[in-house]
């Protein structure tokens, strides 16, 4: 499923509008006619989903601690739609009207006089007046909001430029104040539709109506918490403007991974297939403190599919490292005694790697003192050009260290970058704020200008191409924030590219995979803080 920035929805809503000829204002009462919908799921104590709304995988969400499922039946009292001066607030106009005719007591709260609005939404306002809707303009303190049994939020949506200014901000925030269920009309106001910034103040929904598709911003933390269960409804715009828009980013699903990126996620064999059909991977990763990393990855790609995987270690420490997993291969690196990676030959490394399907690099290597981008650079040029390659953990330290990776020769084997947010800060120089500000974009840009397949990890893990288009994982959950599951996931790309998938294909499904693994994983324990990265290898 595609995500807009709200640039790419206007130019949406605007051709079709011009092009195919549906009015603004059908668009609109398709829109409104949904957002009632959704109210009336709430209204009937049910989630979106439950109420039988279109709720993509991975945008429901639990109940919060204290809501219940009946909290938000109106039981005679009005749900009150506070509208802005722009289109959504038509959007909820048209709600209001909905609603009423199906017996839901509504009023109408205006943020600014109803003479300011304007084209669609003056119509509607119009049509309420006739209907005898009940409504008032927003008094900073004079509503009564204990008399409602929930809000609709149609102030801002993609039309807004920067933080809510007056009066939006004082409403937004006493709208949240009042802890009453709230439903977003397109997405929360006060969040920012391209990058999933919130502004202060920004309404925390129960739950958003994205119309004709998602925003960005709904994709990523915290508007995808501030969003609450998304649903997605159609309102006209016809399937072959989306196609003809060429939207660069989407939501993840199983669809998406066959059909996108020719990637199976029940990850079918062939019944005449042997262990060469799915490729030998080489793991160089572990050292003398984190030799569990080196273990974790191997053993990952392993359970992802390899038919072989290879454990590359400085040969110090190949002896108490045998046997821990029967199932790996070592192979012990000459180390000059040292038992670290710094004196490994990195010619020696690619060698072997040579032999192999993929190489997977990092978790666990530990920096070394000095020169470490130097000596990344000599593995890259020994290795051979089409070998696909996963740069996990240190070896990104490493990769941060040179000031000219841009310029290296380009590989013609997939290049596959696994950072973390603090990592990619590193990577970009500039630093973790910067990059969570607009997690999409930053990942798209590195992948663009470097030639590689970023995935940048964290909460709603972002994929990008190098081609220009990039992936948001639904999976996974915040038990997964725990020491070695960046290593499982190294493990399991580096297995998905051994065994044949191009660089995006194999870090998306990879990325997935990973993510439902610790989703099950979690259901299987108490709490998921318990959750171990074993755990997941375990559930793959
Ligand atoms: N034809 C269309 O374009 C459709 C649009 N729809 C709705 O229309 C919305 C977009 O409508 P608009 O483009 O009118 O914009 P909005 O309704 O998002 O509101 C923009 C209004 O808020 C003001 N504003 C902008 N930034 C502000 C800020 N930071 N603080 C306070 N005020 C601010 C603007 O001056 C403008 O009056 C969509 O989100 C969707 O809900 C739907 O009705 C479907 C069809
Ligand atoms: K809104």
Known sequence: MYAATSEEMRRLDARTITEIGIPAAILMENAGRQLACAVQCLDRGQSLAEGGMRVPEGFGRGRRPGESAADTASCGRPWALLVGKGNNGGDGLVAARHLQEAGIPVCIVYAHSPDTLRGEAALQRDIAVRLGIPWEVYEPGRLAWKGCAGLVDALLGTGTKGAPR?????????ANASGLPIVAADLPSGLDADTGEAYAPCIAARATVAFALPQRGLLQHPGAALAGEVAV???????????DERIPV???????LRQSLGADPEHARASDSHKGTYGHVLAAAG???MSGAGLLCSTAALRAGAGLVTWAVPETLAPALAGLRPELMLAPLPDGG??????????????????????VLGPGLGRFPQGDAAWLRRLWEALPAELPLVLDADALGALA?????????????????????????????????EVQRDRIACAMRYARDHAVTLVLKGARTVIA????????????NPGMATGGTGDVLSGIVAALLAGGLEGPAAAALGVYLHGAAG??????????????????IEAL
């Open 519 to 536: 989703d099950r994983a979690a259901a299987r324990r108490r709490t998921p803080g318990s959750l171990i990265a074993s755990d997941v």
């Open 338 to 359: 040292r038992g670290d990676w710094a004196q490994v030959d990195p010619v020696a490394l690619a060698e072997l790697a040579g032999q192999r399907d993929a190489l």
């Open 233 to 243: 409804a159609p309102i006209g715009i016809p399937g072959a403007l989306v196609e």
């Open 287 to 289: 050292s003398a403190a």
């Open 401 to 433: 260290e040179a000031d000219d990776f841009a310029q290296w020769p380009r590989r013609s084997g997939a290049v596959v970058l696994t950072p973390h947010p603090g990592e990619m800060g590193r990577l970009t120089r500039t630093g973790t704020a």
């Open 465 to 476: 191409a190098p081609g220009g288009r990039a992936y948001v994982n639904p999976t996974g």
């Open 166 to 174: 007056a009066p939006y901000d004082a409403l937004i925030r006493e």
């Open 250 to 256: 989407q939501a993840l699903t199983a669809e998406v």
